[in-house]
């Protein structure tokens, strides 16, 4: 004897851009079901959706239907209501949510070919059966947000290649960029380390930059003692690290204090750390908050036939910066990930061909499982993905792959898995001699390495984005080919980019190539490289050139 729940759904929904949805989710005690009473309870939860039209997904004209995902505190989905989305009418049913603790709610958006084109979440929440309780979440489009250049590049992972360039959020910094992004978790702000340009005069003092996800307006500035080059949220969205690895300094924000409108000055710390470079986060025995800063990373174009020096890893006491061990490992590594309420960190290392943990209880690492040169690492509900290098090819008639792998790691044993295995674009370049520039030769080439170097995951359970760094080569010493008066004998690209992977069916659906050189015979000096068609293999050609240097996806990983 109990009635559903409703969503309820303002007739004027897609005009008012500030209006608040309401989902309405009754909360049915097991006493009352055994009785045939229905309880007073109820979860309400408020949507917070963007200011700007052109960010609100509910006015989407594809958007066809809702679905409340429920998970408990392990998260392991408990319920799953999914029902029809009509504008035009006022109130729709969406079911209920259980007693007692649920660890996430979630409420996805979805077009009739079920794509994701809305997402929020709202955390940890106390479902009483007798009282009421309102929740706020953000709604927001799945954007992806690219840093490296003097803006940080949107893309709107909803819509197909080409179309999903959104105008770039402007730092309003004349000779600086952004070196590095983050979300946070509740989806509500994008983060932004920005320094000065590589090529520019010192311009303006470092700092990171705190944006509004519904309006794309600046919201906070915290100013930094150096440069950044990485930037690291943690889960619960209380810490971020910045690494400036010239200044060997890292700086701890409480973002908590942020938020609250503490003095900027008092809501950051300096710690002097050589080397430093990612940071992750994990927790003691006791609930204490650490970091573990990876020093002495491997670099995006370092070999391990090179011989690198080995990685350190350092672990922090975050609440007053305090340093508990620094334990130097026995190769380089890559990258390291965490998962929440763990005390373990997962360290990519390249050359010895594994992902090794390292206990932050003991100092003490262990193979986790092997794998083929991991070079990256991100960590999403239960799942580890590990992105890897690929030089497989010989950048002739083969092409070398995009080679992207994930872990389970909520039922053991630890088993690689691959998802990703994908050949990487050929590439179309048109070469200039500046001196000439009427003067160009189209070349075409297979990549003969490919390097995921950084990982992003999307909402949803089919996507992950990655930055990648691909070589390629063009011999033509047995029939060399002129550009103006220049014979070209050999031909080495390189390029940066980032590319959307369709994890189910190993894809890649979106390229977007930052920035390549090209070294003609072994020299650099008046030539550059560009794709010879927007269209050329799905490629897209960025006039304004700049290395991706980190990726982050709303309600993704921070």
């Known amino acids: 004897m109990f009635w559903p729940p409703m969503v309820q759904v303002p007739r004027a929904a897609r005009r008012v851009q500030r209006m608040v949805l309401t989902v309405l989710v009754s909360a049915l005690s097991l006493l009352a079901l055994l009785s045939g009473c229905k309880s007073t309870g ?154 000065d340009s590589p090529d520019t005069v010192p ?20 100013p930094l003692a150096h440069d950044p080059d990485y930037l690291s949220v943690s889960a619960d969205g209380h810490w971020a690290i910045l690494s400036a690895t010239d200044a060997s300094m890292i700086t701890v924000v409480d973002m908590q204090a942020v938020f609250a409108g503490t003095d900027p000055e008092t809501t950051t710390r300096d710690i002097v750390f050589a080397a430093p470079k990612r940071a992750a986060f994990v927790q003691d025995p006791t609930g204490r908050d650490l970091a573990v800063i990876l020093r002495d990373q491997l670099g995006i174009t370092e070999r391990c036939d090179a ?38 960190v997962f360290v990519a290392q390249p050359c010895q061909g594994r992902v090794a943990t390292f206990d932050t209880s003991t100092f003490e ?5 092997s794998a083929q040169v991991p070079t990256s690492l991100i960590v999403k509900n239960d799942t580890l993905w590990v992105g890897s290098l690929d030089e497989s090819a010989d950048g002739g008639t083969t092409a070398a792959r995009i080679v992207i792998s994930s872990v389970d790691l909520k039922h053991p044993p630890p088993v690689l898995n691959s998802v990703v295995a994908t050949p990487f674009l050929q590439e179309g370049y048109v070469l200039r001699d500046d001196d000439q520039l009427s003067s160009k030769v189209v070349l ?50 390189f390029s ?8 189910t069916s190993g894809e890649i659906r979106r390229r977007y190539r930052g920035y390549c050189i090209a070294i003609i015979d072994r020299v650099t000096d008046d030539w550059y490289c560009c794709e010879d068609l927007e269209q050329h293999e799905g490629a897209v050609c960025n006039v304004d050139q700049f290395i991706p240097t980190g990726a982050t996806s709303l309600y993704g990983v921070p």
């Open 307 to 344: 011989a690198p020096v080995p990685s350190t890893l350092s672990v922090i006491d975050l609440a007053d910066g305090t340093l508990l061990n620094s334990t130097a490992l026995t190769t380089a590594a890559a990258d390291i990930a965490s998962q929440p309420g763990d005390n373990r």
């Open 42 to 195: 109820s979860v309400t939860v408020r949507l917070d959706l963007p200011q700007a039209p052109e960010l609100n997904p509910m006015d989407d004209p594809r958007l066809a239907s809702f679905s409340l995902i429920v998970t408990d505190a392990e998260g392991n989905i408990e319920k799953i209501n999914t029902v029809p989305y009509l504008p035009a009418v006022q109130r729709l049913e969406i079911g209920e949510v259980p007693v007692g603790h649920a660890g996430r709610l979630t409420l996805i958006g979805y077009s009739a070919a079920n794509k994701v084109l809305a997402y929020g979440e709202a955390a940890s929440i106390e479902v009483d059966p007798w009282e009421s309780l309102t929740l706020s979440m953000a709604l927001r489009k799945p954007y992806t947000y690219i840093s490296g250049g003097p803006t940080v590049a949107v893309f709107d992972t909803t819509l197909a290649h080409a179309a999903d360039v959104v105008a770039g959020i402007d730092i309003a910094s004349l000779g600086q960029v952004t070196t590095a992004v983050a979300t946070s978790p509740d989806g509500r702000y994008l983060l932004a380390a920005v320094a």
């Open 203 to 222: 311009a303006s003092p470092a700092k990171l930059l705190i944006f509004d996800t519904g309006s794309h307006a600046r919201a906070h500035t915290v």
């Open 444 to 493: 075409r080439a297979n990549p003969r390495s490919t390097r995921v170097y950084h990982l992003s995951v999307p909402p949803g359970s089919t996507r992950v984005s990655a930055l990648v760094f691909a070589t390629y080569y063009g011999d033509y010493r047995s029939d060399p080919i002129t550009v103006g008066d220049d014979p070209i004998s050999e031909v080495e690209y």
């Open 365 to 369: 690492e262990s193979t986790l499982v």
């Open 496 to 503: 940066f980019s980032y590319v959307g992977l369709d994890t």
